[in-house]
């Protein structure tokens, strides 16, 4: 294993030197204009950056990366002592007893506690356990058996009850089925500290779920994931995007993922995610733009908490107060 790690550390010093001497011949053979020099150095490595770079860093945004920023973020939640901000597993209940306060709508909750037994007799409601990320363990309960909407898969009650002896899920939410008969659709709000940096519609049907991504502005993008399930979306409104900022403004977080479910004109907050899968799948551009957007928002959270922001109704929510 250390012949292996050897290896790879000798390919990436080589891979360093050899992209930093390429631009610097470029830009001494035919000077580079500035929005060479700025996609050249958008993409270096910051692990490549040597002390005459530096001065590039703030300029060029060296570094910026979603997915570095999230790997760094999920480490540093492990140091936070006292608090537990933004966790992985997310106390669902907790989740919605805290959009609620705020004045969002969420699914109706009829039980929240339900045992694996009892989740078994809520016919036509959505059971979820009350801990997890994204949708594991979100099942819909058709009686004569469970749709699992994190594999798109049927189970049947004995498939069901088996997956959730695997996974330890004991306890349960259940709560009203908002997503209409002709399948669900959700918008999944990438928040930055209360600032859009892209949005993702899902459509999930019989057939498979369908997917487009827009930008804050609600244009449609590319951006490097779903292109074989990707469908020409109708965009957000102007309420669901002003639901999601609202939502991630209220959080001491730089990044949170803020779920909707929307149906027939209008939308529930389902849940709020704070390390969504696939956050290293985006292309370069976008990882880019998304890197940006989480060290500008760190930068406003800091100065938030330094200039005596509270976020008190959060805090009590999550009873650290």
Known sequence: MKDVVTEYSSKMAEAKWTFLRSLKESDENNPLTEDENKYALSHLNPSHVTTNRSVDIRKYAIGASFKVSMVNYILEKKYY?????????NDKLVDARFVSSLGY?????????????????????????????ASKGV????????????DRKEYSKDEF????????LKKFIVE?????????????????????????????????NQHCFYNSG???????????????????????????????????SPFVRVDLIVNDGNFWVGE?????????????????????????????????LLNGKKFDEYLKRYNYS
């Open 105 to 133: 709508p969420v699914p109706n909750v009829v039980s929240r506690s339900a045992s694996l037994a009892e989740a078994c007799e809520y016919k036509g409601y959505i059971v979820k356990s009350i801990t997890g990320a």
């Open 272 to 304: 709020i995610t704070a390390h969504p899968g696939g956050f290293e799948e985006f292309n370069k551009e976008v990882d880019f733009l998304l890197g940006e957007r989480f060290i500008e928002a760190r930068a406003r959270l800091m100065e938030d």
């Open 139 to 150: 099942f819909l309960n058709n009686g004569n058996s469970f749709f699992h909407f994190f």
């Open 81 to 89: 002592k006292n608090f537990s901000i933004a966790p992985s597993a």
């Open 161 to 168: 009850l088996r997956y959730c002896s695997l996974q330890n």
């Open 176 to 208: 009203e089925y908002v997503g209409g008969n002709k399948g669900v659709t959700d918008l999944k709000f990438y928040m930055f500290y209360g600032e859009v940096g892209v949005a993702l519609e899902v459509k999930r049907g019989e057939a498979g």
């Open 218 to 252: 609600s244009d449609i993008i590319n951006t490097g994931r779903y292109k074989e399930t990707a469908f020409k979306g109708a965009g957000f409104s102007d309420a669901q995007r002003n639901c999601a900022v609202a939502i991630s403004k209220a959080i001491p």
